[in-house]
Each structure stands twice: as structure tokens, then as C-alpha cells.
């Protein structure tokens, strides 16, 4: 229980609890990793219809919080930067090739990389902000990435969409590539 209530809740100083829902909210977005991954769970989620169109975008945010709360108490996951690299090549070209497996088996791809991407914004909480808000501020922004993803993922029932929304994956599966290459070196 205490390990949850010092997740919740980081004594703040110098303004931190702004601080911590600002660097929650923008954090996501200053990995363009992370926003190619979170783009391609929403993508994904739009290919496969409905239910996965809204529960790859629940399934990921909530292990991400697991994930982050593993990295703000400072329990070790290996390869967390793999991962992410990983997780971006993966969903990027199941997107390319319009892989439809089972709910199970896509919610428990999404959810796997979910605790990489969530276990490095834990592990940077900045030093004084509100764990909890800095926690809301990025799902919130995660949220916000497969909700475009969604709408990109609409493209599909336009004329020439699906073929649109393919490349899409192939570009992020690019940037994967980019980022696993990187986390290699």
C-alpha cells in the first residue's frame, strides 16, 4: 500500500503538481518512438473494427501504468529501450500487412509493449513533480496519440484509404527500424 501511495503522490516542489501533469502531458510527445507506436495501436485498433478499435487504446494505457509504476519504484525491466524500438517495428508492420489476429492475441501484443513504453516514462518523473498527475498527463497524451491514430485509421473507407493507412504502418515500421537500429549501437 505504501508503494501505491508513493506512486500517487511525490511531494511537490517549485510548482509540482503544474508541473507534473505538464511534463506528463508533453512527455509522450517528445519520443517520437513513442508517437509512432501510439499511432500505430490507434491504426491498428481502426483495421481490426470493432472491439479492438476501442480496447487496444484501454488495453495499452493501463499496462503502460503498470509499467510506469514498476519504473517509479524501481524495479528493473530489461530492455525497456528495445522494447519501445521493438514496439514500433512490430505494430508498424502488422498495420503494413493488415494482420488481423484474435482480440486476445492483439490485446496481449499491445499490453506487452504497453509495460516498455510505461516503465520509462516512470523511470523519468522528474525530480519533485505529482507522481499521480504526471501519471494522468501522460495517458492522457498516450490517449490522445491512438485517438489520431484512430482517425488516420479511418482513412480506410475512402476510395484508395486502405492503401493509405498500409503505408502508414510501413512508415512507422520504418521508424522502428530506425530505433531498434539506435538501440542496438
Known amino acids: ?3 501505491l501511495a508513493l506512486f500517487l503522490w511525490t511531494p511537490p516542489h517549485e510548482g509540482g503538481a503544474a508541473a507534473g501533469l ?3 502531458l ?3 510527445l517528445t519520443g ?3 508517437v509512432l507506436a ?3 495501436v490507434g491504426l491498428w485498433g481502426a483495421q481490426l473494427g470493432a472491439p479492438a478499435v476501442w480496447s487496444l487504446p484501454i488495453a495499452f494505457p493501463l499496462l503502460m501504468s503498470v509499467g510506469a509504476a514498476l519504473g517509479v519504484l524501481g524495479v528493473a525491466l530489461p530492455g525497456v529501450e528495445l522494447g519501445i524500438a521493438l514496439s514500433a517495428l512490430v505494430l508498424g508492420v502488422l498495420v503494413a500487412l493488415e494482420v488481423r489476429p484474435r482480440l486476445a492475441l492483439a490485446m496481449t501484443i499491445v499490453a506487452g509493449f504497453a509495460l516498455f513504453h510505461g516503465h520509462a516514462h516512470g523511470t523519468e518523473l ?3 513533480a505529482s507522481g499521480a498527475l504526471y501519471s ?4 492522457v497524451s498516450t490517449g490522445a496519440l491512438h ?3 484512430i482517425l488516420l485509421g479511418l482513412l480506410r473507407a475512402r476510395p484508395g484509404g486502405a492503401a493509405i493507412v498500409r503505408a502508414l504502418g510501413g512508415l512507422v515500421a520504418l521508424g522502428g527500424l530506425y530505433f531498434l537500429w539506435s538501440a542496438l549501437q
Open 147 to 149: 485517438g489520431a491514430g
Open 136 to 139: 494522468v498527463g501522460f495517458v
Open 26 to 28: 508533453t512527455h509522450p
Open 38 to 40: 501510439m499511432l500505430a
Open 126 to 128: 522528474p525530480e519533485g
Open 1 to 3: 500500500m505504501n508503494a
Open 32 to 34: 517520437f518512438d513513442h
Open 22 to 24: 505538464v511534463a506528463g
